[in-house]
């Protein structure tokens, strides 16, 4: 069985302030890990995603994420954060099944606030 | 170009109804999605496919029946409708382990 905890609902941030959003996984085999960003009234964009090798992985708009297999986690951080980063965040699971295809899990997602 | 469209984008339904979503995609992706996204609950899978012709129930099938006709199109279909069905429901295309969403179907079934 696979799934996604991300323990914070909502997190509210000044502008200019740092972020971190959690993100703990559960599954034995070889976690392919994404986290994905919606906009209001929007579909779901990459922002970036880990397979293997180094452990911190960059994305889109100043995004990174680090992964850690003793934790089990792989949360989202953003240095200075902008008050167009208001979104939900979601981090997602998605091994390589048996069958050679991908069966995604997502968490419930973060719904970021930012204020100016 | 939008390469993942979804219709309709509003939907008001009545119980006991049929419904029909329609996902089209021009990415030539062999994998499909549907899923659902309600409050307190994030995104959950009803139905995903990996080509024509296939179709694999997700972790939330109850209800819903799924259709790929062709590598373009996944329907996902409510024989009856019900109100715990309201939800905004999201297609994907992917082609290995990346999803490329539409914009979302609003449903509300009274």
């Known amino acids: 069985a696979q799934s996604v905890t991300q323990p914070d609902a909502r997190v509210t941030v000044s502008e200019g302030a740092s972020l971190q959003l959690r993100c703990k996984y559960s599954?034995?085999?070889?976690?392919?890990l994404f986290w994905y960003v919606q906009y209001p009234r929007q579909g779901l964009q990459l922002l970036l995603k880990y397979y293997s090798g180094d452990p911190v992985v960059q994305g889109v708009n100043g995004f990174e994420a680090e992964f850690s297999k003793s934790n089990s986690s792989f949360h989202l951080r953003k240095a200075s954060v902008h008050w167009s980063d208001s979104a939900v965040y979601f981090c997602?699971?998605?091994?390589?099944?048996?069958?050679?295809?991908?069966?995604?899990?997502f968490g419930k997602g973060t719904s970021l606030v930012v204020h100016p | 170009e939008a390469a993942v469209t979804q219709s309709p984008r509003n939907k008001v339904a009545v119980t006991g109804g049929k419904v029909t979503l329609s996902c089209n995609q021009t990415?030539?992706?062999?994998?499909m999605y549907w899923y659902r996204q309600d409050t307190g609950h994030g995104l959950r899978l009803i139905h995903y496919?990996?080509?024509?012709?296939?179709?694999e129930k997700g972790d939330i099938p109850d209800g819903y029946k799924a259709s790929r006709p062709s590598q373009e199109n996944f329907s996902l279909i409510l024989e009856l409708a019900t109100p715990s069905q309201t939800s905004v429901y999201f297609c994907?295309?992917?082609?290995?382990?990346?999803?490329?969403f539409g914009p979302g179907t609003r449903l509300l079934v009274l």
């Open positions: 496919s990996y080509g024509a012709g296939s179709t």
């Open positions: 997602v699971l998605s091994p390589l099944t048996s069958g050679g295809n991908y069966k995604p899990t």
């Open positions: 994907a295309s992917g082609l290995g382990d990346t999803q490329y």
């Open positions: 990415n030539n992706h062999n994998n």
């Open positions: 599954y034995s085999g070889t976690p392919y």
